[in-house]
């Protein structure tokens, strides 16, 4: 990786300021709904408190704007966070100022606390320097395990780290750059990578950079209806980005010439309605009515997904193969993941991206039969484009 790990900090009897993914869903009663992204940040903060560290927690969570609402208050955390650790952790009602200040130098070996909404703060996204040197203040090392935010150059995962002499990645940090990077720099083969989602628009970086690493790129999802209609198929009703029809064309003519092969689905469920009951039926590619909705991939098509993979040693996946959230339409996400739980098994290595296809994996209970999940959607993608992330690149070299 190259950056500075959190196995090499002497945290004993020091404040760690620790950077986390706490940006989980509440209910209607302010309880947590999913705690995954608490749990993944575990291992880092019972390293800490293990080695005589006072870990110092600060997070995001949700889009307040710049200003105090209660319903985003990292609070709710805190109380599961404590039940998780089994032990008490100290909430402080603000994330920066005196207060803080003075409940940071109170802490004790072994102490957790976690500080409030960090974008409560404009300055938080604007990457403010005067922002950055609060949170840093009266903490000794900093460490980032906040992958989901790392492609973000914000205070609390940028800026802070010119405030530190070691900036370490956390456990999760390094697991996600462990299973992405490694498995896009130097797979086993065959290696093939599984796209899906709505859109092509925000997947083009994506797939340039796969072209040059897989071996196979299968691509699901509503992209699949603009890459027809630049073959000139019919499409009925089904998502069109009419934009991007000649970028489309420029992939397909690309791929042509490629060493990887891209994969289109050979048929397709549609449907009348996007809703739950509604009429299905599976026909050709070529042969979708003026009048149908493509929602999922086909039986056809997911034998043949289904052969490459088995043949594969080493697989990335970001993106649903159709509308997996409405069951009737989850048939191709839901036989993906199955798939490559059951590959899993075998030795192969199996990483999702975060976002969607995690959300996917999570609703057909199979997170924990992967290789790799990730917690982090955008910065997942950014990363599967080749791009560099601020959050790590800030990071102190190893």
Partial sequence: MGKLSIDHLEMQGKNVLVRVDFNVPLDENQNVRDDFRIRAALPTIQKIIRDGGRAILCSHLGRPKGKPVATMSLKPVAEKLAQLLGKPVNFTTDCIGPKVSQLKKSLQDGDVMLLENLRFYAEEEANDPDFARSLAENCQLYVNDAFGSAHRAHASTEGVTKYFRKSAAGYLMEKELKY???????????????????????????????????????????????????????????????????????????????????????????????????????????????????????????????????????????????????????????????????????????????????????????????????????????????????????????
């Fill in 180 to 398: 992405l990077g490694d498995t896009l720099e130097k797979p086993e083969r065959p290696f093939v990578t599984i796209l899906g989602g709505a859109k092509i628009s925000g997947k083009i970086d994506v797939i340039s950079h796969l072209q040059n690493k897989a071996d196979y790129l299968l691509i699901g999802g509503g992209m699949i209806f603009t890459f027809y209609k630049a073959q000139g198929k019919e499409i009925g009703k089904s998502l069109l980005e009419e934009d991007r029809l000649e970028m489309a064309k420029d992939i397909l003519q690309n791929f042509q010439s490629s060493r990887c092969k891209l994969v289109l689905p050979e048929d397709v469920l549609i449907t009348d309605k996007v809703e739950s009951g509604a009429r299905t039926q599976v026909v050709d590619v070529d042969d979708i009515p003026a009048e149908g909705i493509g929602v999922d991939i086909g039986p056809k098509t997911i034998d043949t997904f289904s052969g490459i993979l088995k043949n594969s040693r080493a697989i990335v996946w970001t993106g649903p193969m159709g509308v997996f959230e409405i069951p009737e339409f989850a048939k191709g996400t839901e036989n993906v993941a199955r798939l490559l739980a059951d590959l899993t098994a075998q030795g192969v290595t199996t990483v999702v991206g975060g976002g969607d296809s995690a959300a996917a994996v999570k609703k057909f209970k199979l997170t924990d039969q992967l290789s790799h999940v990730s917690t982090g959607g955008g910065a997942s993608l950014e990363f599967l484009e080749g791009k560099l992330l601020p959050g790590v690149a800030a990071l102190t070299d190893a």
